[in-house]
């Protein structure tokens, strides 16, 4: 499997233009999160799914952030407007939300990031 | 509000070295603690998982353990490397297992 990705890995933008961040979740996993990373508050959860519903938004900073997962096969973070202080690094991670041979499964499995920086 | 707490906030070692490092968190209803790794630039790859049943885990050269009543976690890396190199975050999770919370992490860096 080719692990959670995400586009793009890197993105620029100038404030007041909108973001779209996109997730592919590994085949097969259940439950998706959305965390944002910066220096002064470290990884943050904003949002998660299972089963394609939104379950806990209540890390959403504001109503310029949305998600959607039309499918078990992709979901997206949108920004609009983006702001200077909404530069961090995103991740999206996924998880089998489950029993596996009898073994929980909970571990979570990260994509490698989105950049973005607001000017 | 389960706060994770990480020390030291950074760490450097010559390398075989043994290394403790630490993680404290405030609520003690926990169903699982996670260790990760993360690499400059990279995203979080899981080391280890503790479930709130389990005393600890080991794989390889790591040992997390686990001391629920006291809210408090340690990964114990042995003989050091410098590929060891990266930031070890620690997370807990509730019960009822939803999300995680995560500390701040802790910086290492193996010298050779």
């Known amino acids: 499997d080719a692990g959670v990705i995400q586009s793009p890995r890197h993105e620029v933008t100038e404030m007041g233009q909108e973001v779209t961040l996109r997730c592919k979740p590994i085949s097969g996993h259940n439950s998706l999160f959305w965390y944002r990373q910066t220096m002064m508050r470290g990884l943050e959860l904003l949002i998660y799914?299972?089963?394609?519903?939104?379950?806990?938004d209540s890390g959403m900073p504001e109503d310029r952030f949305s998600a959607k997962m039309p499918n078990a096969s992709f979901s997206t973070l949108k920004i609009q407007p983006s702001e200077p202080r909404d530069s961090a690094v995103y991740f999206c991670?996924?998880?089998?939300?489950?029993?596996?041979?009898?073994?929980?499964?909970?571990?979570?499995?990260f994509g490698p990031g989105t950049r973005l920086t607001v000017l | 509000k389960q706060e994770v707490t990480q020390i030291p906030a950074a760490l450097s070692v010559p390398e075989g070295e043994n290394l403790v490092l630490n993680c404290s968190f405030t609520d003690s209803a926990i169903y699982n603690l996670q260790w990760f790794r993360q690499d400059p630039g990279k995203g979080l790859t899981s080391l280890l998982l503790?479930?709130?049943?389990?005393r600890e885990q080991t794989s390889g050269r790591l040992n997390a353990s686990l001391d629920k009543s006291s809210g408090r976690s340690t990964l114990y890396i042995a003989a050091s490397q410098p590929g060891d190199s990266a930031t070890y975050l620690c997370?807990?999770?509730?019960?009822?297992?939803?999300?995680?919370?995560f500390g701040k992490g802790t910086m290492l860096l193996v010298s050779p």
């Open positions: 991670a996924s998880r089998l939300r489950g029993l596996a041979g009898g073994l929980s499964t909970d571990t979570q499995y």
């Open positions: 997370a807990v999770a509730p019960s009822g297992y939803s999300t995680l919370t």
């Open positions: 503790i479930q709130s049943s389990q």
């Open positions: 799914f299972n089963n394609n519903v939104p379950i806990d």
